[in-house]
């Protein structure tokens, strides 16, 4: 009589990585193959808008070397500031132009609603970011802005949670806790374009009774 | 006998799209393309137009070349008559805010950033050791009840909107307790570059929080004269732009869109009913793939035979 | 009170104002966005089919 030894225990591991896997199978996440009608120039603007984040990001990261008053005596810290700036215009019109081209191809179709709704709150969460990005330039853009957007924030009874008169706090919030959310938010909705596949083209459906 | 015949329902299903044919993509050297792009074209921009730095409105700044509004701000401080003192929540009681749809949202929020307006005269005043004006106008000023001292100060605040340019030194001759004393310290001390210190750092030695000396200085006329002059307003779409010809903030014209227009134009809650439109707004657009007649605009303007003109070639082909 | 400060250019049309600069970038994104419609995207036909290694399949070119 041989002993039977109990099944192996499934780790924690195991269980994430199969998961993931379900998810998201490898040659989902990044394939060099696409679907043939995944041919216009529409389709760049994503990871336009994407590459133009992380020069937002690395330009940020640059200026937070010298810390938020350096811009306003060093010529390198002015340039900096300036790349961060136009990165930050170029970001929004891909973006923007990323959203009219996604709509007009009803890109939410076939289960890619979620997709959809994750651009839209990187959208949001893009104009909180540069928001706050203006409130910290300690300048008067910032003396003026901070002044106006108060009303608005106070209004809606949050003011006494964000103070968007208090830069030390909005700083913080500007390259710590926005840059994280925008940060997520993106890293799962390109997740969703590799787990769905490019939307396939308008009229190609199926109609099932 | 015949079934009962159901009425068919029509949905369409979009086809997988693993299921067509493809061809070779590279995604890694698109997105490096990309990179270069778009790092080239941001040095590219900031090396021609460069960025606005227009420097900070200091108390100084604002003493020097507007006394007569700091002088009409501290006394309405002391009247409790600025936005700040009447504002309401966070910084105080004084009104219960704006309200929308019955909501009072901004009452609701409650005072959790308490700011006494009058404080933001007396104690850089107090806090300023040493000078016998300053601290026997404080003094008198400490000996009368409240209502004494709102009396005076709201006596001098009248005359000082009767002299002309509001020029304290051509003010009418009258009885205005230590009011005319207190605004002079107070504009003394501005000028000398000591004020925001005193506002931000409230004793302590790290500052940082710069609510009160923006409280004051919004309260004054200087700082939303400079803006308005610079196209910031909020009645000029000024959300939107930036200080001379650099690129503004496009993506927020709808928002200040509405600031523009009756009923929000002219409505004291019009911050509180921007922002839930503005946030119904975004909801909608959050949830349009589930938004009849919306979702189907894209059918109804086929935009969308452009980017795919190749593959309905060779569909029907 | 002289503004150190002065406003761009702008373009008043009723209760629409609008600065230059704004209005550029604006009409460049439709340009762009248009652009990118109708300008031809290059390699959009699908890959021809696989040359099948010779052995594999009896109805290839070349075998008896």
Same mark, same amino acid.
């Given at each position: 009589m041989t002993a039977v030894s109990p099944p192996p225990e499934r780790t924690w591991t195991a269980a994430f990585k199969d998961r993931m896997s379900r998810t998201l199978p490898a040659d989902q996440v990044l394939p060099d193959r696409q679907p043939a &009608?995944?041919?216009?120039?529409? &389709?760049v603007f994503g990871v336009l808008t994407l590459a133009g984040l992380l020069v937002v990001v690395a330009s940020g990261v640059v200026l937070s070397v010298g810390g938020s008053a350096w811009w306003h005596t060093s010529g390198l810290g002015h340039f900096v500031n300036s790349v961060h700036l136009w990165s930050t215009e170029l970001f929004f019109a891909c973006m923007v132009i990323h959203l009219w081209g996604k709509f007009w191809m009803a890109a939410w179709r076939g289960h890619r609603g979620l997709t959809w709704v994750t651009g839209v709150v990187a959208f949001v969460t893009s104009i909180g970011t540069a928001f706050t990005g203006y409130l910290s330039q300690t300048n008067f853009d910032s003396q003026w802005i901070s002044g106006e957007a108060k009303d608005g924030i106070n209004s809606i009874g949050i003011g006494g949670f964000m103070n968007v008169l208090n830069p030390a706090q909005m700083l913080m919030w500007h390259i710590v806790l926005l840059p994280l959310a925008v940060g997520v938010i993106t890293v799962l909705h390109i997740l969703m374009v590799r787990r769905h596949g490019v939307v396939p083209p308008l009229g190609d459906e199926e109609a099932s009774s | 006998m015949t079934a009962t015949v159901q009425p068919r329902r029509h949905h369409r299903v979009t086809p997988d799209s693993h299921d067509y044919p493809t061809r070779s993509y590279d995604l890694v050297k698109e997105f490096v393309i990309a990179l270069v792009v778009m790092t080239g074209l941001s040095l590219v921009l900031a090396g021609i137009f460069s960025s606005p730095d227009d420097p900070s409105i200091t108390m100084s700044d604002w003493a020097t070349n507007a006394p007569a509004d700091v002088v009409a701000t501290a006394v309405g401080e002391l009247a409790g008559t600025t936005t700040s003192a009447t504002y309401g929540a966070p910084y105080n009681h004084a009104s219960e805010g704006q309200s929308v749809l019955g909501l009072k949202l901004q009452k609701w929020g409650?005072?959790?950033?308490?700011?006494d307006s009058a404080d933001l005269v007396l104690r850089p005043l107090r806090q300023e050791n040493g000078n016998p004006l300053t601290k026997a106008a404080l003094a008198q000023w400490d000996s009368l009840t409240p209502e004494q001292q709102t009396a005076a100060a709201t006596a001098y605040a009248d005359a000082l909107a009767k002299a002309p340019d509001g020029d304290p030194a051509q003010v009418?001759?009258?009885?205005y307790g230590p009011l005319p004393a207190l605004a002079f310290s107070f504009l003394r001390l501005a000028k000398s570059g000591g004020l925001e210190g005193s506002l931000t750092s409230s004793g302590d030695f790290?500052?940082?929080?710069?609510t009160r000396s923006m409280l004051l200085l919004s309260d004054g006329a200087y700082l939303e004269d400079a803006a308005v002059a610079d196209r910031l307003g909020g009645d000029q779409w000024g959300m939107m732009n930036e200080v001379g010809n650099y690129p503004g903030q496009p993506w927020m014209w709808l928002y200040t869109f509405w600031?523009?227009?009756k009923p929000f134009s002219t409505s004291e809650n019009a911050d509180a009913q921007v922002w839930m439109l503005m946030m119904g707004l975004t909801l909608l657009l959050m949830c349009l793939p589930w938004i009849p007649v919306l979702r189907d605009i894209p059918r109804w303007i086929p935009l969308h035979r452009l980017v795919w003109r190749e593959h309905y070639r060779r569909r029907v082909g | 009170m002289d503004s150190v400060f002065s406003a761009g250019k702008y373009f008043t049309w009723g209760v629409v104002s609008i600065s230059a600069t704004n209005l550029l970038i604006i009409v460049l994104m439709v340009v762009v966005f248009v652009l990118a419609l109708v300008v031809p995207f290059p390699h959009g036909q699908p890959d021809p089919p696989p040359v099948r290694a010779a052995g594999d399949d009896p109805h290839e070119e070349g075998q008896p």
């Open positions: &009608y995944v041919a216009s120039w529409i &389709y | 409650g005072v959790g950033n308490p700011v009418a001759k009258g009885d790290y500052g940082g929080d710069a600031y523009q227009v | -």
